[in-house]
């Protein structure tokens, strides 16, 4: 079946990066594109961007523009999300989503990953 | 930027009641609209895209209508199950693909 499992929880340091990964499987990989969502505590989904499986093209939310990076290891079927100068704004839960075949809609999610940003 | 608005911020109904959630985009997004519902401690699960069209295996309980700027999810005959967040989320032109604040939709 689809599925997309994300890497474990993270505890970063305030100015530090996180690197967090989404296996895809089941389907064809280069075949959909890739969105990351996270959502702080007790807070909205919050868009951040995504990347074409294939070649590899990304567009980012304005927000997170200058530092995040998500990239893609064809030959894993993973795709990965860094986000670098980390806050403690930046505590969230991590999500990576799949586009649907017929329409922009998100209907395979990853678990989430937990990143807490702690001195 | 495209803006989101939810209500009710939080809906209170028993089971076997109906809910209606609306959502407001501050230009119009067409029919490009997705609902989702989260439940504490889980992933968004996909319920309606295209404003209208249900998601696989949704129950057909789930019901959504809109286009342009205004937007409905009706869930008729509410079970124990459904209550949940609500979000919805646009696919305008261009980013950020925002998501609405959400709806609670908690038990009376």
């Known amino acids: 079946q689809v599925q997309l499992v994300q890497s474990g929880a993270e505890v970063k340091k305030p100015g530090a990066s996180v690197k967090v990964s989404c296996k895809a499987s089941?389907?064809?990989?280069?075949?959909?594109?890739m969105h990351w969502v996270r959502q702080a505590p007790g807070q909205r989904l919050e868009w951040m961007g995504w990347i074409n499986a294939d070649n590899g093209d990304t567009i980012y939310s304005q927000k997170f523009q200058s530092r995040v990076t998500i990239s893609r290891d064809i030959s894993a079927t993973t795709v990965y999300m860094e986000l670098s100068s980390l806050t403690s704004e930046d505590t969230a839960v991590y999500f990576c989503a799949k586009v649907m075949t017929t329409a922009f809609a998100f209907d395979i999610w990853g678990q989430g990953t937990r990143v807490t940003v702690s001195s | 930027e495209l803006v989101l608005i939810q209500s009710p911020a939080t809906l209170s109904l028993s089971p076997g009641e109906r809910a209606t959630l609306f959502c407001r985009a501050s230009?119009?997004?067409?029919?490009?609209l997705a609902w989702y519902q989260q439940k504490p401690g889980q992933a968004p699960r996909l319920l309606i895209y295209?404003?209208?069209k249900r998601a696989t295996d949704i129950p057909a309980r789930f019901s959504g209508s809109g286009s342009g700027t205004d937007f409905t999810l009706t869930i008729s005959n509410l079970e124990p199950e459904d209550f949940a967040v609500y979000y919805c989320?646009?696919?305008?032109?261009?980013?950020?693909?925002?998501f609405g604040q959400g709806t609670k939709l908690e038990i009376k």
């Open positions: 230009q119009s997004v067409r029919s490009y």
């Open positions: 089941g389907y064809t990989f280069t075949n959909y594109p």
């Open positions: 989320q646009h696919r305008s032109n261009w980013p950020p693909y925002s």
């Open positions: 295209d404003a209208s």
